[in-house]
């Protein structure tokens, strides 16, 4: 899985990145068919903006794309919000998928009618 980390407005450090990468990575866990996460750091340098840092995912799996944004006073709240959005996504898209799989009849089990 690559997790990019990109910035609008902020220079990147190094303690960001490694902080957004180990936050977002631990999504991993939860689905093991993650392909690439893409996090894009905004700051909004109005200062009469409340929540100047914006924090947005693109979590791309096999056929699917989920997309999360988040807004906060700091970039390490924002990331800590976004990666709990950005669990609960994946988990409610693993279990969406996981009860399609298994309501689907085989050919084997399901009953005819006419028998």
Do not use: F, W
Request: glycine residues 2%; neutral net charge; aromatic residues 4%.
């Amino acid at each position: 899985m690559h997790i990019h980390v990109n910035g609008r407005n902020v220079e990147i450090t190094d303690a960001i990145k490694a902080y957004a990468k180990e936050k977002l990575g631990k999504v991993s866990a939860h689905y093991d068919q993650i392909q690439a996460i893409d996090i894009i750091l905004t700051v909004i340098k109005n200062p009469s903006v409340p929540d100047s840092h914006i924090a947005e995912v693109n979590c791309k799996l096999l056929g699917d794309m989920i997309r999360v944004e988040e807004k906060a006073e700091s970039m390490y709240a924002t990331i800590d919000l976004i990666s709990d959005k950005l669990e609960r996504q994946v988990r409610k898209y693993k279990e969406k998928n996981a009860k399609a799989k298994n309501n689907t009849e085989s050919i084997r089990t399901a009953v005819n009618p006419d028998e």
